[in-house]
């Protein structure tokens, strides 16, 4: 398996979440039960890391797509593209989210994303590209994993895939080539919103499940260290 | 139309136009005329006008003609065609249609009835005169091909009403926008065969069709070659358009086109709102503006496209459209195809695709390869991007067909090329690599290898090659045929291998007819089995030193001979009466000893291995002597040392050479080598050969009853220089020679064969010498090379008495020189020699003295009469006679005794001159002395005050005359001057009352008043008495170097007496500077260290 600079500095990420957490590990924490807080702190580190991982995968697949797609300030209007899940959200409506409509949102927009990913993957007309989503894909499909683990542990029903949505990439006959470049564009766009806004959305998650205070001292400890 | 209607009398007004009439004539014609045409025109006013007949199917003429000037409604026409019966019509139009009329004129006569007049008009009608104007053509239907950007055209050419057939050429035109901008105007010939058709044509828009309304007019021209009348083009059809309605939200066309690089295209976008920008990749294009707010981009010559297209944007205020282009190329011709098996059960076609189409994905290029006489083809479907990688497809052989033609073909939407191949698939055989390939032993010298091949050979004949690696040895490649089956196992022996050898075998396999080889097999090792030995080992024998025992030593058996690995030895000595064996000596061991006695007995020696023993080695234990032996000297050459000899027919087996190094115990053995009896050289070569080691080598002649050694031969492998200097010492030393003795250098240490020693002896002391080398090549240095080595003294002669010498030896041999030793000596003295060097002088000397003498002796009258002549007595000059017997009385006094010479005599004699008495006491006052310069003053005061020789003899000595030869010289000078102030023989002292009486010195005269005035003061006492005869002027100006100096008044002065020496010196005025500086000059040795003190 050849190794990209994406994929060391993943390890690299990998490596310096497993030592931030180290005293997070349920042995070292001598209040028992350590509770969603964990993995809450996982999911939030792995939104981090598939923020930087996903700046890689969209210079790479932006440069395919060509010119104007990879000029810095090419910010076309949202044509087409409906279906992807929308990340923006009214600042009041955002903060009168509870947690479990919060995770839900997640959840079920990260699992639109990935289906659509998966679909670029298929698309991509180089093998290097196809490896890249590939990888960014694996990652994202972690990141839906841990979401779920911070539902279940904190007791929230995962949603069941609506009937009406079919979360697969099928590009209909009316869609044009540049259409199809748009909705990638778009794609890339939704998602990286959507890791921004999961970040805070675990950050105040993360704030919200704060273990007590020996718990915090000990971590502060090892933030030290 | 004028020219419809025709009369006769042009063709006589023609006719007048070529006639050359008179003046007057032409005149009467030209009224005629006149007349003519007036009434002509009388008569049309009331008749039918301009006859015009036109058709549109050549089968029916419409004429037409304008009615009679003033009649209108009601006129009757009645219209006849002169050379047709019943073919005038009555009508009331001003028309008629006629059917068409053959070639040639015919006179239509059209008699009109109007109001019961009638007027008859007559015209000649001709086919030439008739237009032929088809009918206006009429668009059945115009389509549209959005997606190509095509137009289809439909028209019916209505050829059925004609009646011949005929070119009919159409004409399109193709017009844009709303302002209808004419685009294309193409012409498109057809013929009219009789039956109605309908014609298509396509035109391909070079704009999307999309982005404005594109209208179609038509109109057609008969050119039908059997009329000979005026042919027009019809009228235009009416206009069709075509224009697109938009259902769907692209904007932008074409949408996802696919083109060949190079070419040109034009994009255009489709907007209610103003189009800001139109770009293609990131490069900005100008707008070409179309109905509306639609725009349109022209690219000219486009570059070929990225993987994902080419992008194009129009971009508006608030929205962006854009399609994607790929440009590409079409697919290359399949490069290097190649078929061929591996198994006889699929064909693999290999090809390289070209040049990149630069087309990816659903437009990259698809291959279909066909085979033609089977029919059958396969599909390679490229999803990848293309590279210049090989394709690959298989394809599945068909049943007993050997030949196939392939024809690979590559399609993508730009276009298709293709290449072929035909091949005898039998020929094409590349195999698998074999696999579980085994190795299995038959016997010592034979295995079988065994392998796996996937395929269905049975057909063929395999060739497989077989690599034979032998260990610490080369390799061997072996061809083998083998005849081919069905996926299975093959079998072949492999002989003429070495017993107990290790080998590795690898195989590969090709088809009898060689197309290609497979892979190698994986390798494997094997090990054949051991074998019997196939010789005795190399045996040698040689006595203890005792001569008791007898050491049997022999050689390992190379591996080609050991056949296996030998476990032991047996040895037995055999000899008429008795044999002693030793047997199961192990394999390491390699000598053995057995007491003997002086027997001739025949040594065997066998070796074992596991599997049996090897033939016995033999050799006979006797010596037979040799009393014709010498010792030879014999040096190598590079690693080896070449050893000959001559043949001797008496040596019937082999020649033995065996060595050992000379420094070595007894018995001398390292090695030995045998050599056939019929060779008469050997080359002896061994690791264990060091330069500088001296080897002993013996040469052994093998005859029935054993071993004669026929040389001994002592050498080097490379001689070296010797590492020590030989020890010399000095046996005897005389004072012309020294012998001098050393002693041989060690074996060991000489490394090499001695050829000579140098001996350098110089002068030199023990210091001196160590600071130069002999080799500086110093001619002194002294060299003898003693090249005789028994020579083990040397005397050196010649040599001085009583002098160091330097005395260095070396030894050299081939190899170079050794080290110096080296030692001063120093020789006796000579005595004898010291001797006559004493006595010789001393001899001379004495001679001379004795000569010398006798000579003076003999010439003694001569000599005194020139070097000693007869000075004048004084005694006998009367003058001087009573001074004489004055002074004789204080004669006794004459030395040192101032006192009784004083002056008190002189005082009275003075008193007896004129001389002024002041002056006398002045000048004895010592004190008037002291303070000029003593020796200046001291003489003046001697000859002023007593003229009294002794007195002055006494003083002058004093300061500056110390030599005797001196005083002589004054003597003789003033002899010779008759002058002696100063210096005086005691019996001169008589003189002096005379001279302070009488004699007045040669200068007193003149000088006086002169000198008195310029001198010092302290001169004043010279005025008064003696006056040098030294004049200061004259030293100041005579002085030696000056050229007066040769004066003779000068040399006079120059040889003054002593007095006159020192009283010169001191006579010189200090003051005076010019005399400073002659004297400095001239003055040389006396002034130089009297002046010296000053400086």
């Known amino acids: ?225 | 139309m004028d020219i419809s209607l025709c009369w006769r009398q042009p063709s006589g007004m023609v006719g007048s136009k070529r006639m050359r009439m008179p003046a007057n004539f032409r005149w009467l014609v030209a009224t005629f005329v006149l007349l003519y045409l007036l009434n002509q025109v009388n008569s049309q006013k009331k008749g039918t006008r301009d006859l015009k007949c036109t058709t549109n199917n050549l089968q029916v003429w419409d004429c037409s003609w304008k009615a009679p000037l003033g009649t209108g409604r009601g006129t009757i026409y009645k219209v006849c065609i002169e050379d047709r019966p019943r073919s005038c019509h009555q009508l009331e139009k001003t028309n008629i249609k006629i059917p068409a009329l053959s070639p040639g004129d015919h006179e239509i006569t059209i008699n009109s009835l109007h109001d019961s007049e009638s007027s008859i008009s007559t015209f000649m009608l001709n086919e030439k005169n008739v237009s032929l104007i088809p009918d206006t053509p009429e668009i059945l239907n115009l389509s549209a091909d959005f997606s190509t950007s095509t137009l289809y055209l439909k028209w019916n050419d209505k050829g059925s009403v004609f009646p011949h057939h005929s070119n009919i050429i159409w004409e399109v035109k193709v017009l844009r926008k709303d302002s209808m901008e004419l685009v294309e105007l193409v012409t498109y010939n057809t013929t009219l065969n009789g039956r109605d058709i309908v014609h298509h044509w396509s035109w391909a828009s070079d704009m999307p069709l999309e982005c404005a309304t594109h209208h179609v007019r038509i109109r057609c021209y008969i050119d039908s070659l059997h009329f000979s009348g005026l042919k027009e083009w019809s009228d235009w059809s009416p206009v069709k358009n075509i224009s697109w309605t938009s259902d769907s939200q692209t904007k932008v066309f074409p949408q996802d086109n696919i083109i060949l690089v190079g070419s040109d295209i034009t994009f255009c976008c489709i907007s209610q709102e103003k189009v800001l920008l139109a770009q293609i990749g990131s490069k900005n294009c100008p707008l070409i503006h179309l109905d509306g707010e639609n725009v349109a981009i022209k690219i000219h010559n486009i570059s070929v496209s990225e993987n994902s297209g080419t992008n194009v944007i129009f971009t508006t205020e608030d929205y962006i459209y854009g399609t994607v282009i790929f440009a590409g190329y079409p697919p290359d011709v399949p490069q290097k195809l190649n078929c061929e098996t591996h198994d006889l059960e699929e064909i693999v076609c290999t090809w390289n695709p070209g040049r990149p189409t630069a087309l990816v994905g659903p437009r990259s290029t698809n291959y279909n390869l066909f085979e033609s006489f089977s029919g059958k083809y396969v599909r390679f479907k490229n999803a990848e991007v293309p590279t210049n990688e090989s394709y690959r497809v298989l394809f599945k052989m068909i049943p007993n067909q050997e030949i196939y033609n392939f024809t690979l073909s590559g399609h993508n939407p730009l276009g298709q090329s293709e290449s072929t191949i035909l091949i005898n698939i039998t020929e094409r055989v590349s195999p698998h690599t074999p696999t579980s390939f085994r190795v299995k032993d038959i016997n010592s010298n034979a295995v079988t290898l065994s392998w796996h091949l996937s395929g269905s050979f049975a057909k063929i004949n395999l060739l497989c090659q077989i690599k034979i690696n032998k260990a610490n040895s080369g390799q061997e490649l072996r061809n083998i045929t083998i005849k081919g089956v069905e996926n299975s196992s093959y079998r072949v022996a492999v002989d003429k291998l070495n017993p107990y050898t290790m080998y590795t075998f690898r195989i590969r396999c090709s088809s009898e007819t060689y197309w290609k080889w497979s892979k190698w097999s994986n390798e494997k090792q094997h090990l054949t089995t051991e074998a019997t030995p196939s010789k005795g080992p190399d045996t040698w024998r040689e006595w203890s030193s005792d001569g008791k025992n007898l050491i049997i030593y022999w050689k390992p058996l190379p591996i080609n001979d050991a056949n296996g690995k030998i476990l032991s030895y047996n040895v037995s000595c055999s000899s008429v009466e008795e044999t002693q064996s030793l047997s199961e000596i192990p394999d390491p061991q390699h000598k053995a000893e057995i007491r003997l006695d002086k027997n001739d007995y025949i040594i065997s020696v066998v070796a074992k291995n596991s599997v049996g023993s090897s033939p016995p080695s033999k050799i006979a234990s006797m010596e037979i002597p040799n009393d014709d032996l010498r010792v030879e000297q014999v040096v190598g050459m590079g690693k080896r040392i070449l050893l000959t000899w001559h043949p001797d027919p008496n040596m019937t087996c082999d020649y033995v050479i065996k060595w050992c190094n000379s420094s070595q115990f007894e018995p001398c053995l390292m090695d030995w080598k045998k050599v056939p009896s019929n060779s008469t050289e050997a080359i002896i070569e061994s690791d264990q050969f060091r330069p500088g080691i001296r080897y002993n080598f013996f040469l052994y002649g093998c005859r029935n009853q054993g071993y004669q050694l026929l040389r001994s031969i002592i050498g080097y492998i490379e001689e070296l220089a010797p590492i020590v200097a030989p020890n010399f010492t000095v046996e005897d030393t005389t004072a012309d020679s020294i012998l001098v003795k050393w002693e041989d250098i060690p074996v060991e240490e000489l490394r090499g064969f001695l050829r000579g020693y140098l001996f350098y002896f110089e002068k030199g002391e023990k210091d001196a010498s160590q600071m130069r080398g002999l080799e500086s090549g110093h001619s002194d240095i002294k060299v003898k090379n003693i090249t005789d080595i028994s020579q083990k003294t040397l005397r050196i002669a010649d040599l001085q008495g009583k002098t160091s010498y330097h005395l260095v030896l070396r030894a050299y041999t081939d190899g170079g020189l050794g080290p110096e030793k080296s030692m001063f000596v120093v020789t006796n003295e000579n005595s004898v020699g010291l001797i006559i060097a004493i006595l010789i002088p001393v001899a001379v000397a004495v001679l001379i003295g004795v000569v010398t003498s006798l000579l003076c002796y003999r010439k003694r009258e001569w000599i005194k009469e020139t070097f000693y002549p007869d000075i004048p007595n004084p005694e006998n000059c009367k003058a001087l006679q009573f001074q004489k017997s004055v002074c004789e009385g204080s004669s006794a006094l004459k030395t040192l005794e101032m006192n009784p010479c004083t002056p008190n005599n002189v005082e009275v004699l003075e008193t007896r001159s004129t001389l002024p008495k002041i002056e006398d006491t002045e000048i004895i006052s010592p004190v008037a002395e002291r303070p000029v310069d003593s020796s200046d003053v001291e003489p003046e005061n001697h000859v002023v005050v007593s003229y009294c020789p002794p007195i002055i003899e006494e003083e002058i000595p004093n300061p500056a005359v110390d030599e005797p030869g001196g005083t002589s010289q004054v003597i003789y000078i003033d002899v010779q001057s008759m002058y002696q102030p100063q210096a005086k023989p005691e019996e001169d002292q008589e003189m002096d009352p005379i001279v302070s009486a009488g004699y007045k010195p040669q200068m007193r005269l003149p000088i006086n008043s002169t000198v008195e005035e310029s001198a010092a003061e302290d001169d004043i006492d010279k005025t008064a008495g003696y006056r040098p005869q030294a004049n200061v002027n004259t030293w100041k100006l005579v002085s030696p170097d000056s050229p007066r100096s040769t004066d003779s008044n000068s040399e006079i002065v120059s040889f003054g007496s002593p007095c006159s020496i020192n009283s010169r010196q001191f006579l010189i005025p200090p003051k005076d500077e010019d005399s400073a500086k002659s004297s400095g000059g001239g003055w040389s040795f006396s002034n130089f260290f009297q002046n010296k003190p000053n400086d």
């Open chain 1, 1 to 225: 398996m050849d190794l990209r600079a994406g994929d060391s500095w993943g390890m690299l990420a990998c490596l310096c979440t497993v030592l931030w957490h180290l005293p997070a590990v349920p042995a070292l924490n001598r209040t028992g039960d350590p509770g969603p807080g964990p993995s809450i702190q996982k999911t939030y580190d792995l939104t981090r890391y598939l923020e930087h991982q996903l700046r890689s995968l969209a210079g790479t697949y932006l440069n395919y797509l060509g010119p104007p797609f990879n000029e810095p300030d090419f910010n076309p209007p949202r044509l087409g593209a409906e279906t992807l899940p929308r990340a923006t959200v009214n600042l009041e409506v955002w903060r009168s989210l509870n947690d479990k409509l919060r995770l839900t949102q997640n959840y079920e927009a990260y699992s639109h994303l990935l289906c659509y990913l998966r679909g670029l993957n298929r698309q991509a007309a180089t093998a290097e590209l196809r490896h890249s989503l590939a990888h960014f894909c694996t990652s994202l499909q972690g990141l839906l994993g841990s979401i779920a683990g911070v539902m279940a542990a904190l007791g929230y029903p995962l949603p069941q895939p609506l009937p009406g949505i079919e979360p697969t990439w099928a590009p209909g006959p009316a869609h044009s080539d540049f259409l199809q470049k748009m909705d990638d564009f778009w794609l890339l766009k939704e998602l990286q919103t959507w890791l921004w806004r999961s970040a805070k959305d675990f950050n105040r998650l993360k704030k919200k499940m704060q273990p007590p205070a020996a718990a915090v001292t000990l971590h502060l400890e090892a933030h030290g260290f």
